[in-house]
């Protein structure tokens, strides 16, 4: 049974940090292909940064420069850190998982099988 648990959300104010963690089980971690995607009340889900199973990262332009995505494989974990917060990164944050997903489709949310729960991120300005 594939379960997806996002934590390290909070309240911080505009420019200031957090560092989002997914513990994952019931996968092989290190060949899955896993993602931090968001939704803000009253917009659909959007993807913010994967990072395949070579270790390959892609971003969302709104979050670039600004957003890291790692993994530690050994400890089954996903992280995001996130500088440089705005007010507009207010969201639900979702880790997702699947076992692949076509390059075309790595931002979008509906590629992947598995998610958490969410994490909760306000940013205040």
């Known amino acids: 049974q594939v379960q997806l648990v996002e934590s390290g959300g909070g309240s911080v104010q505009a420019g200031g940090s957090l560092r989002l963690s997914c513990a994952a089980s019931?996968?092989?971690?290190?060949?899955?292909?896993m993602g931090w995607f968001r939704q803000a009340p009253g917009k659909e889900r959007e993807g913010v940064a994967v990072?395949?199973?070579?270790?390959?990262?892609t971003y969302a332009d709104s979050v670039k420069g600004r957003f890291t995505i790692s993994k530690d494989n050994a400890k089954n974990t996903l992280y995001l850190q996130m500088n440089s917060l705005k007010p507009e990164d207010t969201a639900e944050y979702y880790c997702e998982a699947d076992r692949f997903v076509s390059g075309l489709d790595l931002l979008n949310f509906w590629a992947y099988n598995y998610w958490g729960q969410g994490t909760k991120v306000t940013v205040s300005s």
């Open positions: 019931g996968i092989t971690y290190s060949s899955y292909y």
């Open positions: 990072i395949d199973s070579d270790g390959s990262t």
